[in-house]
């Protein structure tokens, strides 16, 4: 402002000159100016974004194609820049599009695509080689050859910022050893302070693309992941947008462009999830919004002041007095039948009723009788004090009053006494009664303007409370006895010209339950690949995964997956190793800003058997934490793509996934604690008991105990002990536990052949060792037993498996 003042003459002709400084921005000079929007903040970040577009566009060419990913990435010194290379052996890119592909900002093919993506909006690649040539002053070096083609095309360009279109500097065809695919050179102003984070880049997109084979050439280091799998995610299918997910200026859009013309038809056309019966709740809501809906009453009964066959009988003239009387008395009689009648079913009535009647009576009920029938009869019915039928000295409404009563009554608690009751009926009904529509249509929001109005009056006149609860109550009771109209909506073209009715579909849509969008738009890694990610990975003790059902935020569906590594090798000291991806792509920067940072911080890891101190934030100790997020449209907090914003629904899904995991981590934690007691108390047994053994036998002069029996004993376990009675050999299992043990035995026996005398086993010969192989089940409490011969110089060598080594104990 101030420095506005003291460039700018006083008084008129200030926004003349101000307009003279106003011009528009082109795209590309924005983000030359905002390159941190983009990830370009420094030159250590600005290398790994680099790599990180340039890959991430590779790998979503190659499996859009079906093509295993080969990339290769190399960063080279070059005098004061780094010069980046990646090359792919995609399906390339035609000549055509080349420069638009890299030298035009917001570009691309997957910005209107629902389809999960790693690439979203056509900016990541063009944004490198805008920061290239902003710090080197080098073009980029595209060469690119497509499938079945003779030769490569290949471009040297930059981007014109001041156009957003692209440069070219050399444009000719080339030869080019792949058979397809894209190379870019690019140099640019870098170092290699952020290698950390281009290795875990590199390295955990290999780990979630273990279909790909990727390498990194750098000028200290080398790294090549190999394929592990020739299996490409599985495709993923293009959805239309889901009704709960747009916005009102995309529908209006949408019902701009549309071929259909009704309503039913672009829905069913345009949305997914739509058939017929939603597009017809669809409809039903829009109506609601539209037209409103119709109060219904309940009609008079005979001994009440209004008489409905009077009332008609008057209004029809010169159609002789049988065929009037029958019409009148017929249409009263019929209306016996209603609990609660509305305008327009009335009207449908009258108008069934003067059908037979002109058939019978050979009579004529043109329009204008039936419209006068119509309005004297609904004066009837809802009491208008002018109404002929109704007595005059009955008080105008008196029937709406009554109706209202009722409705107010049912829904307002006991603490309401009768009058207030009474005070807001009586309020309420000459509001319908004299409304300017006389079929009593009314909005959800007239209702309650009209039930606001009446309360208010009641609370000052009555000395009465009448709250929003009470309140927000009977305008439901009231909205649910009103009855939606039979007309038609208006056509498509015709909402697409009415904002309100364009705004009131769209509400329409929202407050339709309608199922989530299909999932085959989205690719998961799934947990076992997760697992073996992970295993690949980290030399831990343990592992699990987990894949959520699918679940949609702002109409986009997503899936998030979470995996746990525990132990091992995993780095004990300092808090957990946290690995966020979204689409597949390792998130390397901004970690504190990530809705998975924080729900990874709110969950309370000690439930869970970990260490976090204080109770809250990232855990302690030898774990990995993975989440990857799988969606049409990751909701990211900024065009660079590092972090993902804290939607509600995302946060809750994003827990559960972790939530899941965790809880198998506790039970193996739970498990291998209770594990490390028993340990404990066997080894403190195992030193205590022979001593004791010893006393006892030579206090009582007996033979000693056998210790690994009393051990097992003591200790509930299974107990594996082996018997010799010259050349029998009995393999015992006792056990003491209390639940059924899977024992499997292997006896390894050498210096002779063993021979089986009974036992359900069997013996393979190996390298003159002969292996006893016995699994059995034996119950809590039970005993089993193999017996075989084998001569005096056998040797023998047994394991036990099935069971922890902490619940046998092998005497044998
Ligand atoms: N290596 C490649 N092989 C084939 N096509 C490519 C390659 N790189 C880019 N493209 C095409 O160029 C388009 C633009 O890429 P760009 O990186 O600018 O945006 P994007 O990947 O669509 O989205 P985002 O801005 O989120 O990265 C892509 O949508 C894709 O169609």
Redesign the pocket.
Known sequence: MTSYQSQLGEGEGIAEELAESQRSISIAEFFEKNKHMLGFDSGARGLVTAVK??V???L??CEEAGIAPDIYVEIQEAGDYYRLIVE?N????TKE?IPK??GK?L?????HAREQ???????????AVLYSQLTSGKPAKIT?RTKGGADAEYFELIIDTDTNEPEIDVEETTTWERPH??R?EMEMEANMRARNQLHDYIKDTAVVNPHARIELREPSEHMKYERVTDQLPAETEEIRPHPHGVELGTLIKMLDATDSYSVSGFLQNEFTRVGGKTSDSVIDNFRDRHFGREMSWTPPKSHEPADVARALDAAVANKGAEATAEFADRVADALDGYDRVAHHEFVDLVDDVADDIEDKHDVTFGSTVRENACEAGWGAVVGAGDAVGVDEDADEYEQLRSDLYAVVDEVTTTQKDDATVQGIADRLAPKFGDSDDPRHRLTRDEIREFVRRAADATEEYDDATFGETARENVVEALWERARGVPDDPPNVTEIAGDRDASSELLDAMRETDIIAPPTDCLSPIESDLIEEGLRKEYDADFYAASTRDASVHGGDPFIVEAGLAYGGDVEAEGKAEVMRFANRVPLVYQRGACATTDVVKQINWRNYNLDQPGGSGIPNGPVVIMVHVASTNVPFTS?S?DAVANVPELESEIELAMREAARELKSFLKKRRSMQQRREKQDKLATILPEMAEKLSAVTDNDELDIDDTLARIMNNVLVERQRDGDTVRLVIENNSDRAAEVEITDIVAGSEPVLANGDASVVEMDGEWFVKWSTSVSAGDEAALEYDAGADAEFDISVEGIEDERVTIDA
């Open positions: 577009e340039a991430d566009n590779a979503d060419a792919d995609g399906p390339g890119i599009q592909v890299f900002l570009y691309g093919s997957r910005f993506s790693r690439g979203q909006q056509g900016i990541g690649i063009s944004a690119s695919g894209t870019i065009e793509k």
